[in-house]
Nanobody, 123 residues
Framework: VQLVESGGGSVQSGGSLRLSCAIF????????MGWVRQAPGKGLEYVSR???????SYADSVKGRFTISQDNAKTTLYLQMNSLKPEDTATYYC??????????????????RGQGTHVTVSS
């Protein structure tokens, strides 16, 4: 299984970016997918998650600004990020898990993670 993120870049505060995560070599469909981020010198931070049924959750810090979604074939995960702030600067990672109980798993407990895509938001 391979998760490949793209869409990162540099934007000014208030701008938008759309991150994508392409899934390779897994045809059964994950029960749970999500995004985490890591700012320089900090640990992994939960951003958002979506279950196989389409239920979503967001960290309070991004609620109302970020939207998680996936395509109908469930081969690509997205994160639409609007009203970006300098504190959103981080490397963003896609995560996936074939197990259930999507919303009780910690960021460290997800089975698969991509290599990340970096987002820089300047003030």
């Amino acid at each position: 299984v391979q998760l490949v993120e793209s869409g990162g870049g540099s934007v000014q505060s208030g701008g938008s970016l759309r991150l994508s995560c392409a899934i390779f070599s897994y045809t059964y469909g994950f029960q749970c997918m999500g995004w985490v981020r890591q700012a320089p010198g900090k640990g992994l931070e939960y951003v958002s998650r979506i279950s196989d049924q389409g239920t979503t959750s967001y960290a309070d810090s991004v609620k109302g600004r970020f939207t998680i979604s996936q395509d109908n074939a469930k081969t690509t995960l997205y994160l639409q990020m609007n009203s970006l702030k300098p504190e959103d600067t981080a490397t963003y990672y896609c995560q996936a898990d074939f197990r259930t109980d999507c919303f009780v798993r910690t960021v460290a407990d997800m089975v698969y993670r991509g290599q990340g895509t970096h987002v820089t938001v300047s003030s």
